[in-house]
């Protein structure tokens, strides 16, 4: 899945909406002591007050919420595990009969906590339904409605959410006109903020991928690998700050530890070029792997590079000889001040594209940071004139 392709299913969780059918709720609340169910309710969607459609909606959208490879990690399942779990999700995809949902649905909640302590109660809750995407742009001239021919795909949606105990509050009891402390047992579910969840089958374009998951973390960078790997059987996965450092610790290496600005915003370019070529294509996003790496370095200006040096710097810090880099999780955001410079003087941000007016130089035995600019540089309403020359 790209980020296009999650905005696309993510917008139709809003009610009336004819292009969603959710068809059953399933929700199971966990203890924390024990981690055993202490109850578990079914009932079909529409079926909810309006109130609670709503909250679920939101939630539901949370999950689907974040940047890729920073909240969201598209997965890919191991080709061989015990009880697998694309098997569950795949009988309860194609279950006719709730019930039967209901059972594959309760086998993942057993892997979800086995050998797992919750500190707050917690409540999963499962959805599954059709999302209908129209196979022509809508246009208000054609004769025929955009909705008249439309691609069906089926899906599992699943949110972790934890309690939350109610706080103690003072009331006024208008009928006994006295102040008291309010007493409410009923414990709060957080549905604003999901702690982890899932969908199920991936989705590119208008097809459906059985051996990838969507998975949501709860914090960005942060998944949970024993979700990943033991409840939902998926294989690792790096996050965008990870390959991020890679790809940093392989050009340091290559470099020697030290580059000039021109040479950086090079790198920056021919990598934004490789994704926006990809964009025009309509692919999904570009990789790079030693040898990608290695001309990207040679056309940018790096001296005395070959693709033994890069090989050997990748494997110093990633096992996977065959491993490709994410190219849009090492180039900072193209069109933003994304590039944030940090002195003691003063912080700068500056975007990639930009950076290429940005020099570190020696000026009167001293090192300075000099900024090219095109215009007058204004401070507080006031114009600044020139005060040196560097020749």
């Not at 578990?40 to 459609?53: G, H, K, N, T, V």
Request: charged residues 30%; negative net charge.
């Amino acid at each position: 899945m790209n980020q296009k392709d999650i905005a696309n299913i993510r917008k139709q969780f809003k009610l009336d909406n004819d292009l969603l059918q959710i068809t059953d709720i399933f929700n199971v609340y966990i203890r924390k002591e024990s981690s055993d169910i202490y109850h578990q309710e079914s009932q079909p969607f529409s079926m909810l007050e309006r109130e609670q459609q709503e909250l679920f909606m939101n939630n539901f959208k949370k999950v689907l919420t974040g940047q890729l490879d920073v909240k969201l990690f598209e997965v890919k399942f191991q080709d061989q595990a015990e009880d697998h779990t694309r098997h569950i999700l795949h009988d309860g995809l194609q279950a006719d009969d709730v019930e039967d949902w209901k059972e594959q649905m309760l086998l993942i909640v057993e892997k979800m906590f086995k050998d797992v302590q919750y500190e707050k109660d917690m409540v999963v809750t499962f959805i599954r339904g059709e999302y209908f995407k129209p196979t022509k742009r809508s246009s208000e001239e054609a004769e025929v409605s955009d909705r008249d021919e439309v691609y069906t795909n089926s899906f599992i949606l699943c949110s972790i959410n934890q309690t939350e105990q109610p706080k103690r509050t003072l009331v006024f009891d208008y009928i006994e006109k006295e102040f008291k402390s309010s007493v409410v047992v009923d414990s709060i579910i957080n549905l604003a903020s999901p702690k982890a969840g899932f969908l199920f089958p991936s989705f590119t374009d208008n097809s459906a991928d059985i051996n990838r998951v969507l998975y949501s973390a709860g914090k960005a960078n942060k998944p949970d690998e024993h979700f990943i790997e033991d409840v939902l059987n998926g294989e690792e996965i790096m996050t965008a700050q990870e390959d991020k450092a890679v790809f940093e610790f392989v050009v340091n290496e290559v470099v020697g530890g030290q580059v000039d600005t021109h040479t950086l915003s090079n790198v920056y370019e021919e990598i934004n070029r490789m994704m926006d070529e990809d964009e025009e294509e309509e692919e999904v996003t570009p990789t790079l792997d030693y040898k990608d790496v290695e001309r990207v370095l040679k056309v940018s200006g790096v001296e005395d590079v070959n693709a033994d040096k890069v090989e050997m710097a990748f494997q110093k810090v990633v096992d996977d000889e065959k491993y490709e880099l994410k190219a849009s999780s090492i180039v900072p955001k193209y069109t933003s001040k994304s590039i944030k410079i940090e002195t003691k003087v003063a912080n700068i941000s500056i975007s990639p594209k930009d950076l290429k007016y940005v020099r570190q130089v020696n000026f009167n035995g001293k090192r300075c940071l000099m900024i090219e600019v095109d215009e007058d540089t204004m401070i507080e309403g006031f114009k600044l004139i020139p005060e040196a020359s560097l020749g």
